[in-house]
């Protein structure tokens, strides 16, 4: 017996391979008597499935990949995916929702829902902080960043000693680089 003062409740260390019933009573402080629901049944799989995410290197690539370890299964072991790709491991990935419905030979089958996420996108900020020299700053991406200036060298801080126009280049952990 299980008392909850929601509308659900999730049971959590279930046997595998076992068939369970449930029925609903609804009390109150000033009514308990009230009968029993229409008993419902379910039954739980030995099949559990571990998910290997793989996330896109950069934002907006697609080199993410999802690979599924599946235990307790009988063969054959299918696959259904939502992007009708229907084997495992799933490569050439961008961020986004994937179901999958993993199904044995015994027909025991896991739903999954799994979210592939991606990194920020790369913003470089340039500011001048005086004496001629110039500060660059970045967000999203993969740290630790490296900064290329317009001579080759590399760091937060450049001195430009002329005014003008320069380009400066941020490649992020990742090797996802952006240019400003």
């Known amino acids: 017996d299980t008392i909850v003062s929601d509308t659900s409740v999730i049971l959590r260390n279930l046997q595998g391979s076992y068939n369970y019933r449930w029925r609903v009573k609804a009390l109150s402080k000033d009514n308990f008597c009230a009968g029993y629901s229409q008993e419902s049944n379910f039954s739980t799989t030995n099949l559990t499935v571990e998910v290997n995410k793989f996330l896109p290197s950069c934002n907006g690539e697609d080199d993410g990949a999802l690979g599924l370890e599946v235990y307790g299964a009988t063969s054959p072991i299918s696959y259904s995916w939502s992007n009708g790709i229907n084997q495992n491991p799933q490569g050439f990935l ?7 419905t993993v199904t044995d030979g015994a027909n025991q089958t896991v ?15 340039v500011e001048p902080i005086g004496n001629g020299y110039l500060r660059a700053s970045a967000t999203g991406g993969v740290p630790p960043y490296v900064v290329e200036w317009p001579d080759g060298s590399t760091g937060t801080d450049w001195f430009a000693g002329n005014t003008g126009s320069y380009s400066v280049k941020l490649t992020d952990d990742n090797r996802c680089e952006i240019l400003k």
């Open 94 to 100: 961008g961020a986004g929702n994937y179901q999958v």
């Open 111 to 125: 739903i999954l829902d799994i979210d592939l996420d991606e990194p920020e996108e790369i913003d470089i900020r």
